[in-house]
């Protein structure tokens, strides 16, 4: 399974953008790119998920280059309520479980 | 239901003896995950379903632990004589089907603590 490298934590004040990087340097052909979200004690919440370039939903967008080794969550002018743990996961359509990390911790600031 | 259940919420026990965690997952998904997760971290995978089939048992930590999901449905996850290290917080996450296309929903979690 790919690994995957984040920051451990952020911070951003209120209305800014926030964009949490995550490397997999070792991403197969097949895997697809999943980010969830997750607040205090609550289980995780999927926000998107990508294969290449580029998706949106309401709620977040996920930039991923060409080489694919790296992926960018993008959050629209966080609000005090954004402030969670993000995870980026990395697994093909066929192959789980889907391993998490550690994370990147996001405060946002008001 | 209209999420994943969990019970119970909060199991306080002593250790040696054993306990049975319970997951209700969304009706009519295919698939039912186990992870375990300790403060300040990520969630740890345990074990999967695919129907009533465990597809990968690989992250269960020793053979105190075992899960179950006989009728493709609830699946409950065992462990035998609890230890003090067992002490986390439980969670359980179904998907429609198999595969990481297919988004994880996760259960609020049963806190386990082991005295």
């Known amino acids: 399974l790919a690994k995957t490298t984040q920051p451990i934590s952020m911070d951003s004040y209120e209305g800014q953008e926030v964009n949490i990087t995550c490397s997999h340097n070792?991403?197969?052909?097949?895997?697809?790119i999943t980010w969830y979200q997750q607040f205090p004690s609550q289980g995780p919440r999927f926000i998107i998920q990508g294969y290449k370039t580029k998706v949106t939903n309401e709620v977040a967008s996920l930039f991923i280059p060409a080489d694919r080794k790296s992926s960018t969550l993008s959050l629209p002018r966080v609000s005090l309520s954004d402030t969670a743990v993000y995870y980026c996961?990395?697994?093909?359509?066929?192959?789980?479980?889907?391993?998490f990390g550690k994370g990147t911790r996001l405060s946002v600031i008001a | 239901g209209a999420g994943v259940s969990q019970s119970p919420r909060y199991k306080v026990t002593k250790r040696g003896q054993d306990v049975a965690l319970r997951c209700d997952p969304i009706s009519g998904h295919v698939s039912l995950y186990w992870y375990r997760q300790a403060l300040g971290q990520g969630p740890e995978f345990l074990t999967y379903f695919n129907y009533e089939a465990q597809q990968d048992k690989s992250g269960l930590p020793n053979d105190r632990f075992s899960a179950e999901r006989p009728e493709g449905s609830i699946s409950t996850l065992t462990i035998q004589r609890t230890e003090q290290r067992d002490s986390a917080m439980y969670r359980c996450a179904s998907s429609l089907s198999a595969g990481s296309g297919s988004p994880l929903h996760f259960g609020n979690g049963t806190r386990l603590t082991v005295t």
């Open positions: 070792n991403i197969a052909t097949n895997d697809y």
């Open positions: 996961l990395v697994g093909d359509r066929g192959n789980t479980p889907l391993v």
